[in-house]
């Protein structure tokens, strides 16, 4: 099964609340987001957006340029009726971020919670790497959440490969300017705790 497939059928049989990494708000990405201190006019993206509340407490804060891309066109939709009259004032992309073909130095911030980590080969994770290398503007922001080494090792029956600061920020090089990490404890819907890594970094 492709990974396309794959998630179209986790988005589908499953409901927003019922995934393990579901959260009412990212409170963590928030902070983080308005700790990049790039403005309410700044061009953000969250990969692998899904159905994710995170645009909502965005455009809650009054952000008017907003991406969200994700791999799965059920999860988009989910997201454009939830948010009712107000999609309108976000741009959504269906594609795969290791092969879809951003616009050059497009994003003053990159927001990625739990899509990494399922990238298990080096080839892909270095197809991603240059993904966010060409979209966002030097100077920009970049907030990459993984599962912590104390995390799952597996998640929606993939593999997963978990970070610690030093080897996440390992992965994107120097050009990466780490300015923070911090790792959250996240209690799924189902009562399980799980860790997350939180690595935010500045494009030199």
């Excluded at 809650?60 to 991406?67: D, K, L, P, S, V």
């Excluded at 107000?86 to 899509?115: P, Q």
């Excluded at 050009?175 to 030199?204: A, I, N, W």
Aim: hydrophobic share 40%; glycine share 6%; net charge neutral.
């Amino acid at each position: 099964m492709d990974a396309q497939t794959h998630w179209e059928k986790i988005y589908t049989e499953k409901a927003p609340n019922a995934v393990s990494w579901y959260r009412p708000h990212l409170e963590t990405s928030l902070a983080l987001i308005e700790q990049a201190g790039a403005g309410v006019s700044a061009s953000v993206i969250d990969v692998g957006g899904g159905e994710s509340t995170l645009v909502d407490d965005l455009l809650a804060r009054g952000y008017e340029n907003i991406t969200v891309l994700d791999i799965s066109q059920t999860a988009i939709d989910a997201n454009r009726k939830r948010l009712g009259k107000a999609s309108e004032r976000v741009r959504w992309l269906v594609a795969n971020i290791i092969k879809v073909e951003l616009e050059r130095s497009a994003y003053d911030v990159w927001h990625d919670r739990a899509v990494f980590h399922f990238l298990t080969s080096p080839s892909d994770r270095a197809a991603y790497v240059r993904q966010v290398t060409r979209a966002v503007k030097p100077g920009g922001h970049v907030i990459i959440s993984t599962f912590g080494p104390e995390g799952p090792t597996k998640c929606s029956g993939l593999e997963v490969v978990r970070y610690d600061a030093e080897s996440l920020h390992q992965e994107f090089g120097v050009r990466f300017r780490l300015l923070d990490s911090r790792k959250e404890m996240h209690r799924t819907p189902f009562g399980t705790v799980q860790q997350f890594l939180y690595c935010y970094c500045r494009v030199e």
